[in-house]
Antibody, heavy 117, light 107 residues
Framework: EVQLVESGGGLVQPGGSLRLSCAAS????????MSWVRQAPGKGLEWVSV???????YYADSVKGRFTISRDNSKNTLYLQMNSLRAEDTAVYYC????????????WGQGTLVTVS | SYELTQPSSVSVSPGQTARITCSGD??????ARWFQQKPGQAPVVVIY???ERPSGIPERFSGFSSGTTVTLTISGAQVEDEADYYC??????????FGGGTKLTVL
């Protein structure tokens, strides 16, 4: 069974850093298209970043240069390193597998809340 | 720029047909995906590749694409379909994008 479990969220001051983790089971992170999506309180979904199986990475303009997506194959875990955090980064952060328009299925974690204040 | 535009809200009575649109230039080149999100829950895909329905999604959910607009149709909407709905696609620049979301009210 595919499972994604995020952790690492919490309260951080503006300008601070935080690293989110997404532990995967039931599949291999490095062989899949893995994304981070966030949702500010009471707001819509916002795509944040993606890492392809080949290792290419892409970022939303709002986080480019501040956030870094990566993975640890030995731990089968996806990460999001967040630096220079701002109040507007406050959101629930979800990791997801296969977030593609043509994919017949996708998988999401339960989300982890990041509060920048 | 790549953007997806949705109406902020749609309201129907139970049993009526709800239609939610999503517009954007990228949709002439890329397919769309529709998500349903209920409060406190992660999104669930209800339509992919513009009109394909994943297994387990009721037949009352359907999708259609024409030009720069994709449409999610819920035929005979049920009270349990009340949720936020988001379209999603991928730009030529490999960046993902969500529509702003549509709050569907069924009452």
């Amino acid at each position: 069974e595919v499972q994604l479990v995020e952790s690492g969220g919490g309260l951080v001051q503006p300008g601070g850093s935080l690293r989110l983790s997404c532990a995967a089971s039931g599949f291999t992170v490095s062989s899949n298209y893995m994304s981070w999506v966030r949702q500010a309180p009471g707001k819509g979904l916002e795509w944040v970043s993606v890492i392809y199986s080949g290792g290419s990475t892409y970022y939303a303009d709002s986080v480019k240069g501040r956030f870094t997506i990566s993975r640890d194959n030995s731990k089968n875990t996806l990460y999001l390193q967040m630096n220079s955090l701002r109040a507007e980064d406050t959101a629930v952060y979800y990791c997801a597998r296969d977030l593609l328009p043509d994919s017949s299925s996708d998988y999401w974690g339960q989300g982890t809340l990041v509060t920048v204040s | 720029s790549y953007e997806l535009t949705q109406p902020s809200s749609v309201s129907v009575s139970p049993g009526q047909t709800a239609r939610i649109t999503c517009s954007g230039d990228v949709l002439t080149k890329k397919h769309a995906r529709w998500f349903q999100q209920k409060p406190g829950q992660a999104p669930v895909v209800v339509i992919y590749k513009d009109f394909e329905r994943p297994s387990g999604i009721p037949e009352r959910f359907s999708g259609f694409s024409s030009g720069t607009t994709v449409t999610l149709t819920i035929s005979g909407a049920q009270v349990e379909d009340e949720a936020d709905y988001y379209c999603f696609s991928l730009g030529d620049n490999y960046l993902g994008m969500f529509g702003g979301g549509t709050k569907l009210t069924v009452l």
